[in-house]
């Protein structure tokens, strides 16, 4: 049973890593038809009739067409290496609703499509058969029947219920109230930190993109500012106490800031190897500025980009503010527990 949940995790994990270029490739695409034509493009103007149109449907390709499919792909390829692609893929687009049904399940549809998928296709590939066919199998059997069974069973027996849990779940999410939206930026905020682009951080970060994809974009704004204040949290800490620090670890100020920019939080991941205690200091930073984003009910309509997307942001100087507290916070923490250099270990950099 512990081996299956593991591969579940690690089938996550892998699916997560592989869509991420379709999300933030088509994310910024669509931000940038916006910028381009403004918020209401999709409806005023056909597709690729003008430039910002253009734009805003190519990014869409990502966003729309290939990020659920693509997600339940990999996850059946986690469990059950190549041939799991295509099933996996097949069951993912079912859960976007292609017939318009009314199940469409998203994110959480292709997870649970691209689990079974990779089993399935484990299971067929254990189907005994003579040498003289087994050739057939990777080619021809698997992908056939493992199409056809995970489509047959996404429209008839689980589309529905997870479409139902999709819609209760975005139902949930967007009638949340201040307290549970404290909850859960304190949550989120800490998960984002925590690992720093590890495990806990992409369930983070997956939630936000979920929620995106239901048209709810606080989520996503709250993870642009716990993901941007690590960085920053340790170049302002840097800056202020100079003497609690090596010649050698501020030679990276430039480059925290330069991750802060752009919403790459493994910049801070030497300075954490370091010193352990600066991982909860990241993560109360990180909580505040979730949690006041949430409060202010900034959204941002791209899923990744950092500072440079702000043209996505309904409320620029609140995030800005949001960030600039989150780091300030962990930098006081940082700087709380850092010991100040002797004049030996300074002089040995």
């Known amino acids: 049973m512990r081996d299956v ?11 997560v890593s592989y869509m991420l270029p379709f999300v933030v490739a088509g994310g910024i695409l669509v931000a940038l038809g916006f910028l ?8 005023t103007v056909e597709p690729g009739r003008n430039f910002a149109s253009t734009i805003f449907w190519i990014g869409k390709i990502g966003l729309g067409t290939f990020m659920v499919p693509i997600l339940g792909a990999y996850v059946a390829f986690s469990i059950a290496d190549k041939p799991g692609i295509c099933v996996g893929m097949f069951g ?8 318009g049904m009314g199940y469409s399940s998203g994110f959480i ?28 199998l990777p080619t021809l059997i698997i992908p056939v029947i493992g199409c056809a069974g995970i489509c047959l069973l996404m429209h008839y027996v689980i589309g529905g219920p997870l479409g139902a849990l999709t819609s209760a779940l975005t139902t949930m999410l967007n009638n949340l109230g201040t307290g549970n939206l404290v909850l859960l930026g304190i949550v989120q ?18 939630f936000a993109l979920a929620c995106m994809e239901t048209g ?9 500012v716990a993901c941007c204040a690590p960085p ?8 202020v106490a100079p003497k609690k620090f090596t010649k050698e670890d501020r ?18 991941i030497p300075y954490a190897a370091k010193n352990l205690k600066y991982i909860p200091c990241f993560m109360v930073g990180s909580a505040v500025g979730s949690v006041m984003s949430y409060l202010w009910g900034i959204t941002i309509r791209a899923p990744h980009g950092g500072v440079f997307v702000v043209f996505a942001m309904n409320k620029v100087i609140p995030f800005f503010i949001c960030l600039i507290v989150a780091g300030a916070v962990s930098a006081a923490l940082i700087v709380l527990v850092s010991k100040t250099k002797t004049e030996e270990e300074l002089a040995a950099e």
Not at 5 to 15: M, N, R, S, W, Y
Not at 199 to 206: E, G, L, Q, R, S
Not at 216 to 224: D, E, L, T, W
């Open 251 to 268: 030679t990276g100020i430039a480059g925290c800031f330069a991750g802060a920019l752009c919403m790459i939080t493994e910049f801070a």
């Open 92 to 99: 993912g687009w079912l859960a976007t609703d292609p017939w």
């Open 36 to 43: 381009l034509g403004g918020y209401d493009i999709p409806n």
């Open 189 to 206: 905020g800490c998960m984002l930190a925590f690992d720093m682009g590890g495990p806990c951080n992409k369930v983070a970060y997956a």
């Open 216 to 224: 709810n974009y606080a989520p996503m704004a709250a993870n642009f």
């Open 109 to 136: 549809g292709a997870l649970i499509a691209g689990i079974i998928a990779g089993y399935l296709v484990n299971a067929l590939k254990k189907i005994p058969l003579p040498n003289a066919v087994r050739s057939l």
């Open 5 to 15: 949940v593991d591969d579940i995790k690690e089938a996550f994990l892998t699916g």
């Open 232 to 239: 920053l949290a340790m170049a302002f800490a840097m800056l």
